[in-house]
Nanobody, 123 residues
């Protein structure tokens, strides 16, 4: 089992940057594909980015590609989401998740979830 705790959210102006972190527990962290999802008020949870077990494969939603970067440090059992050029439409609660699958952008395919961290981008 994996427990996930996100941090790094906050309020930022449009065009600014934030770095989210997701600290995991458990010695099997490197066995999981890690993903970031987000959910804005009144909207469904949507895929943001995912990274493979070794960190060499990354995947992004079209809306964030070129602005966000996902990375992981298996020694520190932590996954990161660097968010640059933030837009008001990026405002949402951001969730970290772990999946036993090789890759998925579907939230139901993820097995473990953090509690989320709020990101608010002002215009």
């Amino acid at each position: 089992q994996v427990q996930l705790v996100e941090s790094g959210g906050g309020l930022v102006q449009a065009g600014g940057s934030l770095r989210l972190s997701c600290a995991a527990s458990g010695r099997t962290f490197s066995s999981y594909t890690m993903g970031w999802f987000r959910q804005a008020p009144g909207k469904e949870r949507e895929f943001v980015a995912a990274i493979g077990r070794g960190g060499d494969s990354t995947y992004y939603a079209g809306s964030v590609k070129g602005r966000f970067a996902i990375s992981r440090d298996n020694a520190k059992i932590t996954v990161y989401l660097q968010m640059n050029s933030l837009k008001p439409e990026d405002t949402a609660v951001y969730y970290c998740a772990a999946s036993v699958l090789y890759y998925s952008d579907i939230y139901s395919k993820y097995d473990y979830w953090g509690q989320g961290t709020q990101v608010t981008v002002s215009s």
